[in-house]
Structures are given as C-alpha cells and as structure tokens.
C-alpha cells in the first residue's frame, strides 16, 4: 500500500543526525571493546550497523533493479564479514580507526555494488526475461540455474521485471531530459563542460562501459574531469564532448548556437588575450574551480529540469509514486539479517 | 512557512537519496512537506533526478554498441582529413622551408608545394622570413608562414574541395591542440594565427568537422 504524503516525510524524519551520532557512538565503542578482545559486543555492533546502512543496502538494490532478499542478505552478509576481517586487522596492528562507524559506510556500499555487479552481469547475458533455470547453456557448461547459483538477480519474477522496464523508461527520460537542459542552457562553456567532463561523462562510462573513472561513491571528480581533458582547448573539448554525448547518451543532443558563438569570442586569459575556443581549458581553471563550476552547473540544470518535468503532470505522478516506494523501501526494518 | 527553495528542495533531496541523515534545520523543512503539495511533488522529482544519476542506476541503462559503432562510422565520414602538414620548428630562417612538409602527399585531398613565385624570388626579403605553399591545382588554396612575426595565414578555396566549411587545427605534442579562426568570404575561408607555441606542430586541414 502506498504511503500518504505525511506518511512518507515522517518516515524520512527518523532519520536524524542527533538519532545517528548516539547510534555511532555505540557502534564506535562496541568496535574498541571489540579490537580489546571482548567478541560479546560484536553481535550489538553488527546490529547497530545493520540499521544504519541497512536502508542504503536496499535502496541501491532497488535503484539498480535487483532488491530481492537474497540479494540483501548476500550484501549484508559480505559486509558483516568485512567488518569482522577489519576488527582482526586492527587487532594484529593493535591499531584503532577513528570514526569506525563512518568508515563502515564504505564497507556496506562497496559491498552492495558488487552484488549489484554481479546481477547486472547476469542479467546481461539472459536480459529481463530470464529463461527457466533448467534450460541448458553450452557457454556456461550447464543450465541457467548453475550459472545464477549464487546470486543474484531477479530471477524471473514478472512483476519485478516489468518494474524495471518502467524504471528504466524514468532514468532514461530523466538523464537524457538533463542533458538536454545542459546543452541547451545559455552558460558560459567553461561551466558547462565542468559539468560535463567531471560529472555527466564518468556517469555515462560507468554506465555504457563499466568503466569506473571516478570513485563510486562520488557524483562528481574535478581531479578526473582535469585528467581527461589534458592540454586540450576549449575549442576541442566542444566538438569531443558533443560528439561524445551523441554517440552514448542521445543523437539529438548538440551544444546550443550560443555556445558555439561564445566560442568565438575573445577572452581574457593568464597569457593575455585569445579566442575562447583556444584557450587551454586546464590552464586557466583548476580543480577547486571546476569544483565550483560543477556544483554551479548542476544546480541550475536541476532547477530547469524540475521546472519543465513539473509541466508533464502525468510524469509527476509516477515520478511521486517512485519516490514514495524507493524511501519506503529504505526505511524497511527489516532487510537481509534473517538468513 | 514560506515555500523551500530549490536549493532547499535539492539539499534534502540529494541528502534523503544518498542515505544520509538530516539536521534539525532539514528536519523543519521537511515539516513543511507534510503539507505543502507543491513544494513535495518537487522534492519527490529532485528525488528520483539523484537516484536516475546514481551510479546504482547503471545496471539499468543499456548501451546499444551497435549504434555506437554507427555513429561513429558517421562521424568519420563527416570528419574527413584534407591534408596533414609537418612544421618542425628549428629556429633557422633557411631550415624553415625544408622543415615544412605534407605527410603522405600522394593520398591527400589538397596537396601544397612551394609556390612558383617564391621559389623563384627566394624566401628571404628584407627582414622577414616567409615560406608560401601552395595547393597544385589551386593557387586561391595556400599556407603562409611568416617565421619572423611567427605568424600563419590560410586560404583555403572551398570551390574545390564541395564542403560548406574546412577547419585548421595545429595538433602539438602532449596533446595541445589550437584551432586557427577562419572566416568564410564566399567560397574562400582565411584565417590566421599569432604568436604560435615554439614547438614543433602538425597542422591538420579536415572538412565539415563542425556539422551538427
């Protein structure tokens, strides 16, 4: 049953800074007991755990289509083990991590995307429609059942299925409508290809080619972004990137007329004058002004793109239930600690 | 209470799909999403934006690398290399005119030489250094370097080569391309550049890399 709209923000409203911060402190004192010597803490540390990042489990497995409770357990499960590992290691060191509860989180979110990993390879050789377990398969060397005997997908529950192409569908629409807003907006092209280059196009490797340029839990790397675009001028990095963006993510997309004009402007740089085209990207904005740009650019594509999805009232609605649904799956007690 | 602003809705958005927790200040805010339908439906949208850009959301996509390929194949047609020059910088005004040359001449669109004038003035006039290459067939189609002002000028005649626009990029060592402005005049583009970098350079002539 879906939840009301007062329903779905007091669920959210548990969630508190002061509420985690206590629930931190005894995570944090049960690990020191712990690395001490005393194992009776750990079942009350590991419970503590659970909780806290139990709600990121679910809600990255449902993100990626694949939350089922055999997954939930494989990556609680995986992470329980690697807390325990971490504990032996700080007793071998007789070292002791400061703020072990926090450094969990990398524990449970690395360990869930493998597990997401792992089903979205599965579900790349059989796609949505998983055929019955018992069908052979001469690459694996046996049926469908032995390949999938571990994890992890969604086995061939219908609805899940049909689920996921419905989400799939949303996140096409959503980045794609993004990325137009990006190309269409009337910005400076340095913020625009800040954005592009160390937010939008690592998204877009990961997802096209797991290719994983920045580190996972990051939205945004300026430092990559500077790798990538080397000594290249701004001039290049138009045509590369809008090439880039048609090939990956849409055809239609192409930098606005404004940006190219720009382009053709003269500026003012660190060597005095120039075409803007034949500036030097890297040479004039460095990683704490890409940083800047970044968050700048996406702050204004979010609010476009809130303005123009508002207007498909049909969109909104679905849009509404999805977000209803993905915190209150989340927000679930229980997940992945029963087996 | 007043509607949240967007960077309002964003923050506690961006903090609800990261999983993370909300302060007391967040905690307000979202009192006032209890009741305010609008001000929900836009946290809701902002929402599933930062769970459509999560990187979890990536099993989801799928890339269609057959398209991929097409496209790619497109855009080498479109981007297609009318000639390539070598410039090696030695820094004497005699070596400058050996030191300019095309690379696989016999397979480019445009072919350059020294102009006839030129040779048979010599290249040196008062002051300045000057090498003219020509195209073979073409003498409106030329490439002008003035060593002394460090200066490159371009004509290309587009009357020949049937495209709606050519570009000139000097592709340096360790990555360094410039682009050299030209403007269109009927069916001549010219241009020129200044103070180039003191290295050697490759200099590039493509036809209708800009099509969108």
């Keep these: 049953m879906s939840y009301s709209q007062k329903e779905h923000i007091e669920m959210l409203q548990q969630r508190k800074k002061s509420d985690v911060q206590r629930a931190a402190e005894v995570i944090n ?73 926090s450094y969990c989180k990398g524990i449970y979110y690395h360990k869930v995307g493998d597990v997401i990993r792992v089903a979205s390879t599965v579900r790349s050789r059989f796609g949505e429609n998983m055929p019955s377990i018992d069908e052979t398969v001469p690459s694996e ?22 689920a996921n ?30 954005l592009y280059y160390a937010r939008i196009l690592p998204h877009v490797l990961y997802v096209s080619f797991n290719v994983e340029a920045i580190p996972d839990n990051k939205v945004a790397s300026p430092k990559w972004a500077i790798k990538r675009m080397g000594n290249k001028t701004i001039g290049m990095l138009g045509i590369e990137s809008e090439k880039e963006m048609q090939q990956y993510i849409s055809s239609q997309l192409i930098w606005c007329d404004g940006f190219w004009k720009r382009l053709d402007e003269m500026v003012n740089t660190s060597v005095g004058q120039d075409f803007m085209k034949n500036v030097i990207f890297t040479n004039e904005y460095d990683e ?33 239930e999805y977000c209803k649904e993905m915190d209150k799956i989340s927000g679930m007690v229980k997940g992945g600690e029963s087996r | 209470m007043m509607h949240l602003n967007d960077d309002q809705l964003l923050n506690l958005a961006e903090i609800a799909t ?31 934006m930062s769970d459509a850009m999560s990187v ?22 479109k981007r297609k290399v009318l000639a390539t020059l070598n410039f090696v910088r030695k820094g004497s005004v005699e070596a400058v005119n050996d ?30 250094a000057t090498v003219r290459l020509e195209e073979f067939e073409d003498e409106k189609t030329y490439i002008v370097f003035k060593q002394d002002r460090n200066e490159l000028v371009i004509q290309i005649n587009l009357h020949k080569i049937e495209t709606e626009t050519v570009h000139v990029y000097l592709d340096f060592e360790g990555g360094t391309v410039i682009e050299v402005p030209l403007e269109k005049n009927g069916k001549l583009m010219r241009g020129s550049i200044a103070n180039i970098p003191e290295n050697s350079f490759q200099m590039r002539i493509e036809s209708g890399s800009l099509e969108k």
């Excluded at chain 1, 049960?30 to 005393?38: E, K, L, R, T, W």
């Excluded at chain 1, 419905?166 to 910005?187: A, H, N, V």
């Excluded at chain 2, 209890?34 to 439906?41: G, P, S």
């Excluded at chain 2, 890339?63 to 991929?68: G, L």
């Design chain 1, 288 to 320: 704490k002004q890409i940083g800047h740009m970044t968050d700048y650019m996406h702050k204004i594509v979010a609010k476009e793109w809130l303005q123009q999805v508002k207007k498909d009232s049909k969109t909104l609605e679905d849009i509404v």
């Design chain 2, 99 to 128: 030191a300019i040359c095309q690379i696989n001449q016999a397979g480019a669109f445009l072919k350059f030489g020294p102009s006839l004038a030129m040779a048979t003035r010599g290249v040196k006039t008062n002051s300045e």
């Design chain 1, 29 to 101: 004192s049960a690990y020191s007991s712990c690395v001490d010597g005393s194992e009776s803490a750990f079942p009350k540390m590991i419970e503590e755990l659970d909780k806290m990042y139990g709600g990121m489990v679910r809600r990255h497995l449902s993100i990626a289509g694949c939350n089922n409770d055999e997954n939930q357990h494989t990556a609680m499960q995986e992470a329980r083990i690697a807390v325990w590992e971490l504990i032996k290691k700080s007793r071998d060191e007789n070292m002791k991590i400061s703020s072990f509860a």
């Design chain 2, 56 to 77: 979890s959301a990536s099993p989801l996509f799928v890339p269609n690398s057959e398209k991929i390929m097409l496209q790619e194949s497109a855009m080498k047609i």
């Design chain 2, 18 to 48: 990261a999983e993370e927790e909300f302060d007391d200040e967040q905690i307000q805010q979202l009192e006032h999403l209890k009741t305010c339908r609008e001000c929900y439906e836009s946290f809701c949208l902002l929402s599933a």
């Design chain 1, 141 to 162: 060397n046996g049926t469908v059942g032995d390949f999938i005997a571990h994890p992890i997908d969604n086995g061939n529950q219908p609805d899940v299925t049909i």
């Design chain 1, 165 to 194: 192409v419905e989400k799939r569908k949303l996140y096409d629409g959503i980045f794609k409508l993004y990325c137009q807003i990006l190309t269409e907006l009337d910005s400076e092209p340095p913020r625009k290809l800040a």
